[in-house]
């Protein structure tokens, strides 16, 4: 085994010299060299050894800092989500179903910062040039000062980048990308965490924003290594059904801005245009009332989003019930049925239940529960709730309902779209009505009895 080098350095000018001296002869000053303690213990070629770098700048706490500057894209609901805008030397990873508008939306927030003064690339590695021509003319983009290029190797793109210096660059997709020290295929988890590295590198060094395009698995997840998402300041997730004109952009993270903001974009023939009033359209197709229908007043990011919630339930043929959801998981509604049958009394057994969120909408919030239970015991009684009514509220595995964040938000914006009465769980924070008539529940037993007359 080869025998450790001994290093020495000067305290006060840090020269090195491999032997002790008790005079530095760079600065002339005497007894200030000393022995250097290795950085780690363990074989050289597996450790850090005794190689000594540079010591990082450190502040304090209380240093005040300029807020990063935001380029706005003109485009509210992406910037919305972006929390305010493009950061510069950001890294954004975007992912979606396929065919659901990703290169669409990108491409229209391309020419949108471009035209902001942005010096804008478009790389795509899955099109041709040609093709991506082709989306832009049919978007009306044509004239839009965006330089466009189709590569796929990582070598030769950092190499463009590092000379154009661009403030914006789109990659389309980061499967495609492949590293040429890397010996797997495009793809592959070594090709896509070489790739992301390198490219979210590059935007901290040259201060450029990055966007990434993700393709994602069956189950909704960015495909490739989770690491990716670590490696990037924002993660977007573009949401929607194939049978539904509507988009949802979601943050999932965001370094620079809240998470779980929305935007909502409404897919047309010229691309996609921004819902600036997401209730008014998620509401829009509701008719006269009809039972299994319930009106939820839920919160996405900071924004207030009302949304309607449709239960079917229906004699099962089977020996086995169904349980179906769409937009809504699927063990938090087993959840809500079993407490509605311990708690009040009221069984689903030989029932089958269907559940959807109208409108293409995911809700994961908890603030949920008391509209998927009114909209259950609608449709289990056959009786329609009221159609100027809200209700929000968290169930819990007792029966009572617990308080929801943001009521006075969540009230405001109902009565903005016309509704006058709300039902909601007793406690949380004192606020407004905002004109309402608010009634306010202890328990689920104390809903059942006042709403549908049963206890």
Same mark, same amino acid.
């Given at each position: 085994?080869?025998?450790?080098?001994?290093?020495?350095?000067?305290?006060?000018?840090?020269?090195?010299?491999?032997?002790?001296?008790?005079?530095?002869?760079?600065?002339?000053?005497?007894?200030?060299?000393?022995?250097?303690?290795?950085?780690?213990?363990?074989?050289?070629?597996?450790?850090?050894?005794?190689?000594?770098?540079?010591?990082?700048?450190?502040?304090?706490?209380?240093?005040?800092?300029?807020?990063?500057?935001?380029?706005?894209?003109?485009?509210?609901?992406?910037?919305?989500?972006?929390?305010?805008?493009?950061?510069?030397?950001?890294?954004?990873?975007?992912?979606?179903?396929?065919?659901?508008?990703?290169?669409?939306?990108?491409?229209?927030?391309?020419?949108?910062?471009?035209?902001?003064?942005?010096?804008?690339?478009?790389?795509?590695?899955?099109?041709?040039?040609?093709?991506?021509?082709?989306?832009?003319?049919?978007?009306?983009?044509?004239?839009?000062?965006?330089?466009?290029?189709?590569?796929?190797?990582?070598?030769?793109?950092?190499?463009?980048?590092?000379?154009?210096?661009?403030?914006?660059?789109?990659?389309?997709?980061?499967?495609?990308?492949?590293?040429?020290?890397?010996?797997?295929?495009?793809?592959?988890?070594?090709?896509?965490?070489?790739?992301?590295?390198?490219?979210?590198?590059?935007?901290?060094?040259?201060?450029?924003?990055?966007?990434?395009?993700?393709?994602?698995?069956?189950?909704?997840?960015?495909?490739?290594?989770?690491?990716?998402?670590?490696?990037?300041?924002?993660?977007?997730?573009?949401?929607?059904?194939?049978?539904?004109?509507?988009?949802?952009?979601?943050?999932?993270?965001? /370094?620079? =801005?809240?998470?779980?903001?929305?935007?909502?974009?409404?897919?047309?023939? #010229? %691309?996609?245009?921004? *819902? !600036?009033? +997401?209730?008014?359209?998620?509401?829009?197709?509701?008719?006269?009332?009809?039972?299994?229908?319930?009106?939820?007043?839920?919160?996405?990011?900071?924004?207030?989003?009302?949304?309607?919630?449709?239960?079917?339930?229906?004699?099962?043929?089977?020996?086995?019930?169904?349980?179906?959801?769409?937009?809504?998981?699927?063990?938090?509604?087993?959840?809500?049925?079993?407490?509605?049958?311990? /708690?009040? =009394?009221?069984?689903?057994?030989?029932?089958?239940?269907?559940?959807?969120? #109208? %409108?293409?909408?995911? *809700? !994961?919030? +908890?603030?949920?529960?008391?509209?998927?239970?009114?909209?259950?015991?609608?449709?289990?009684?056959?009786?329609?709730?009221?159609?100027?009514?809200?209700?929000?509220?968290?169930?819990?595995?007792?029966?009572?309902?617990?308080?929801?964040?943001?009521?006075?938000?969540?009230?405001?914006?109902?009565?903005?779209?016309?509704?006058?009465?709300?039902?909601?769980?007793?406690?949380?924070?004192?606020?407004?009505?905002?004109?309402?008539?608010?009634?306010?529940?202890?328990?689920?037993?104390?809903?059942?009895?006042? *709403?549908?007359?049963?206890?």
């Amino acid at each position: 085994m080869a025998k450790p080098i001994t290093t020495f350095s000067c305290a006060e000018c840090g020269a090195t010299s491999s032997k002790w001296s008790g005079r530095c002869e760079a600065c002339g000053a005497w007894n200030s060299i000393s022995e250097d303690i290795p950085l780690s213990a363990g074989p050289s070629g597996k450790t850090l050894g005794t190689a000594r770098g540079k010591r990082v700048a450190l502040s304090d706490l209380s240093a005040k800092e300029a807020p990063p500057p935001r380029t706005s894209s003109g485009l509210d609901e992406l910037d919305r989500v972006l929390g305010g805008g493009l950061v510069p030397a950001s890294a954004i990873l975007v992912g979606g179903d396929p065919g659901i508008g990703k290169s669409t939306l990108l491409l229209q927030a391309a020419a949108a910062f471009a035209g902001k003064g942005l010096k804008t690339f478009y790389i795509s590695g899955e099109e041709a040039s040609a093709q991506v021509r082709m989306r832009a003319a049919r978007l009306g983009l044509q004239n839009a000062p965006v330089q466009l290029g189709a590569d796929t190797s990582l070598r030769d793109i950092l190499t463009t980048l590092d000379e154009e210096r661009p403030d914006l660059v789109i990659i389309d997709s980061i499967q495609t990308m492949w590293s040429d020290i890397v010996d797997s295929a495009p793809g592959s988890v070594s090709q896509v965490r070489a790739a992301a590295h390198e490219l979210t590198t590059f935007a901290k060094r040259r201060g450029a924003a990055v966007i990434l395009v993700g393709h994602v698995t069956k189950e909704g997840q960015i495909a490739g290594p989770r690491v990716v998402e670590h490696m990037v300041d924002t993660v977007l997730y573009f949401e929607g059904e194939r049978g539904h004109q509507f988009r949802i952009l979601r943050a999932v993270k965001n /370094r620079f =801005g809240p998470a779980d903001e929305i935007g909502v974009f409404e897919m047309t023939g #010229a %691309g996609l245009s921004e *819902v !600036s009033n +997401p209730s008014a359209l998620f509401m829009g197709e509701r008719g006269r009332p009809t039972p299994g229908s319930a009106v939820f007043a839920g919160i996405e990011g900071t924004r207030p989003v009302l949304v309607e919630i449709q239960a079917l339930v229906a004699p099962s043929p089977h020996s086995q019930a169904r349980r179906a959801t769409v937009g809504w998981d699927g063990s938090r509604l087993a959840t809500i049925l079993a407490v509605l049958e311990a /708690r009040c =009394g009221i069984p689903f057994a030989g029932l089958d239940v269907y559940l959807n969120v #109208a %409108g293409g909408m995911k *809700v !994961s919030e +908890p603030a949920a529960d008391l509209a998927v239970a009114a909209a259950l015991l609608s449709a289990r009684e056959d009786s329609a709730l009221p159609p100027d009514c809200v209700v929000f509220g968290e169930i819990s595995l007792s029966g009572a309902l617990r308080p929801v964040g943001q009521t006075e938000n969540r009230l405001k914006e109902a009565a903005k779209l016309g509704f006058s009465s709300a039902i909601a769980p007793e406690g949380g924070k004192p606020g407004g009505n905002e004109g309402l008539r608010l009634m306010r529940m202890a328990d689920l037993t104390s809903f059942v009895g006042e *709403v549908f007359g049963a206890g």
